[in-house]
Each structure stands twice: as structure tokens, then as C-alpha cells.
């Protein structure tokens, strides 16, 4: 989707649709309402009138063909009350009025940036929803006519005093089309996504983006001590991969300095639980399972692209979770490549052990911080839901700076505690630490468990499990993978390179 920007009047707009968003409240003589009524002979004042607008959120109706319009159609759209319209429901209102144009024919649209939307964080809300709501999840039907793509929007400002949006249009875009690319990832099923297809697409992203790209085998794994990973593996005839980028800025300071954010996605093509094996009822979502890693990869092409002054490296731990005869069992302990060793009770707790070797890589390879992100626990889904991902960690800095990075992309989380109770959970007789603790506060067990292996490095963890696929089709967002995660990682290092650390 091209974007662009402009101040045009209302009659000259040519694209094959214009999209008027409509506030609740507000009637047909307010601003650019009343001047489009007077363009269409009274029909905003008569669909007013009979209510089949009330700018409610997503009500809508079509006009075709009005008065002296150039464009075909005007879709009139209810956003909800003026002051609740913040950025993420700017983001969905865009989202829902693309789906809505889309299957009906138009190609080009314009967007009219009433009032209060007439700034780049409009604009910025605008594109982002736009794009994301674009994409549909039908990446293997073989039916024989498209969906309808819109190939062109174009953001119409009312008044002359516009600002200035080329750079909302690049942000946004970038943005959201990472967004994009980690819900691909997410949707791809299984026998397609293996470890070494998603090893593959994030190395074609990196040569296309100028990051520098590496990946382990399992032999090298094996070398280095990657036990917890490997012992993920073992079950599977896909062999797991380490997946690494590597983003290095130009500016001479930013490059010289020691500062590295490491960025750790869970990378489980496939969950099946391995020998403590799920129900067979929605295990095919459990292709989505890498979506933390899809989240990783997704920030550091929007990294790439829009180049902070900071260091980042995207570590990618990928496996598929089987069983076999050669699986790992409850009971197995493993060594982590730090060291530690893990008395693996349940083989369905498998993402926090790749995670543990990737974040011990992470810190042998420098990094002065780490952020992972994880579809981790049914804990977190039962917990929070679908609206917000659970944020943990060690270090209240980075907890703060990801609450707000969430508050202003739209992809929102919420604190849990660590308390050192929660630690007693997961002793082990006969090991370091166990795998899973009882039934209680199981985001926060796994968490605790992950904070073994931060080590003394400032360290917060997101679960996604929640927020990472949608179980129902929304007005503005095809139901299954979100991408959340990407905006939100590139979010937070962008602000904290602009910080200036
Ligand atoms: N990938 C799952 C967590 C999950 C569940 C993600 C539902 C998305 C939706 C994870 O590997 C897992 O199986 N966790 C177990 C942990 C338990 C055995 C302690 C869980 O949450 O049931
Ligand atoms: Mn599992
Ligand atoms: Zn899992």
C-alpha cells in the first residue's frame, strides 16, 4: 500500500473512495461534515436523520455516486466520542474501514484527517492500521479471485496548516509492515515454518535490510554447551536452530560504545508438549508458538530500516516441541549452557529452556540488557487475555520504558511481581532448578525461571501467549497472528537510542 499526503478539497479528491470518520455526538453541521453535505445536497443531514449515522464505533454506511463529488464513494464511519479517540483506536478505526472498502471494489483511497486527526501521530495511528488491517490470513486458498488490495491511501488534510508527514509515512510504514511480516510468520503452519525455514526467512530479511545474519546448528549448539535448547530438540527430525542478527549503527559513537540490546524471541514452530503431550483441541494453534521470535525478527527489520543509534542483536532460538523415542522425558536433567542445571519436570515448559541458553548466549556475547518475548503460558492467557502481554523482570528502568513503548505503539502490557517466593516454586531436589512449578502463578514461575539466566544483566520478559493471535476476526484485524511484539520492541530501542544511551 503507497501512502501519501495532501491538502485537497473535498469536490477534487479522485481516489475511488474517501473515508470520513464520524464522531459520536457530532451532527451534520460539524466541520468537513457540513461542507460535504452541502456537496452531496443534504445527504449527511438526511442519513443523520433517519440515524444510519450516529458515529458510533463501526457503524457505517456507503454513499455512491453523491452530488458533486469526484470520488465514487464516501464511506462514513462512527470512530466513538472525540476525546476517547487515542492511537490505538485511530489504528482499529483505519484497520476496520480498510477491511470494510476492500472487498467492495476500490483500489485508492483518501482519508480524511478530520480536526483532530490532523497530525503525525494521526497519521502515523492511520497507516498502521490501514496496512495491518489490509492483510488477510488466506495464505494458502487457492480460490481463484482475490480478496480486493487497496493499492494507494491518501491522507487529506482539511486545513492548509498540515504538518509536514513524510516522516509519519515512513515510520508508520516500516512499522506496520514488520507487523505484517511477523504475523506471515505466525500464520504459516507448521510443515511449512520448521526451525530452518524461519531460519531462512529472517536471513533473507537481514540480506535485504544490511543486518548481519548467523545461525547455530545443532552441532555447534552441542559444542558451545546448549543443553536445555538441545534437549527441546530432541524429539523432533527438524533440527533446531540459533538464529542471530546482528544491527550495528553508523554513527561512530553509538558503534564504538558498549551498549548492546539484546532482543531473545521464543521460536517454537510447533508446541505439541512434547511427551507431556497437549490435548489434541486447538493444538494446531500451537504453530503460533514462535511468535516471540517472529516479534524479534519483525523489530529488527523495522530496526534496520529506521537506525537508531544503538547496538542491537535479535537472538531467535527455534525448535519444534515433539515427542518421540528420542524426546527428552519428565524427569531428564539437562545442563544449560550457563551452566545451571534444569530438572525437566513437564517437556511442555520447553520455551523457557531455549530461552535460558539463548540469554546465556546473549550476555557471552556482550549484551548489556535483554528483552525476550515469549508465547510462554496459558498462565498469561488465563491472566490477561487477549489485550495485554505480562511484563517481568529485573530491572525497573526497562519495565517502565516497555509500559510506555506499549502505551504509545498500542501494543500494551501490564506488570507482574518476582517476589523471591515465587523462586521457591521451582527448586529441585536433585538440580539447580525445575522446569514448572505447581499449579499457581504459572506466568510468573516460568518468569522467575527465565531470571536464572539474566544473570546480573538488566533483564525484562514479555509473555505474549495472550496477545500474539486473536481467536476472533475483528472489525479491523484478520483473526490468528497480531505480530504483537515487533512495534513494540523497535518501539522501545528507538526511544532509548533517541535518550541518547
Ligand atoms: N506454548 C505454550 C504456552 C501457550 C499456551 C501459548 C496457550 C499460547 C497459548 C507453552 O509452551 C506451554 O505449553 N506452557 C505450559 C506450561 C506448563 C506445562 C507449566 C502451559 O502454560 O500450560
Ligand atoms: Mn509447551
Ligand atoms: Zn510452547
Redesign the pocket.
Known sequence: MKVIASQTSLNEISEDALIVPVFEGETALDGALAALDHLTRGAIESLFEDKEISGKRDQWTLLRNAGNLSTKRVLLYGIGKRDAVDALALQRFAGAAIRTLAPRGARSVAFLLRANLNNTQGAKAIIEGAIMGQMNSNLYSSKDEPEGEIELLHLVSESPDAPDFTEAIKTATVMAEAANFARTLGFEPGNVLTPTELARRAEEMAAREGLRFESLDEQQMKELGMGTLLAVARGSQEPAKLIIMNYEPQDADASASKELIALVG?G?TF?S?GI?I?PAEKME??K??MGGGAAVIGAMQIIARLRPKVRVIGLVPASE?LPSGRAVKPGDVARSLSGKTVEII?T????RLILADAMTYAINRGATEIIDAA???????IALGEVRAAIMGTDQRIIDDLVRAGEECGERVWPMPLDKEYGELIRSDIADVK???NRTA?AI??AYFLKHFAGDIPWAHLDI??T??TEQAKPYLARGATGFGARLLATYVMNRAAQGK
Open positions: 521464543k517454537i508446541d508438549g507431556s497437549k494453534e500451537m503460533y508458538d516441541n513437564n511442555d515448559a520447553e520455551g508465547t510462554l503460558t496459558g498462565a498469561c492467557v522446569n514448572i512449578g504459572g514461575t516460568a501467549a495472550g500474539a493471535w
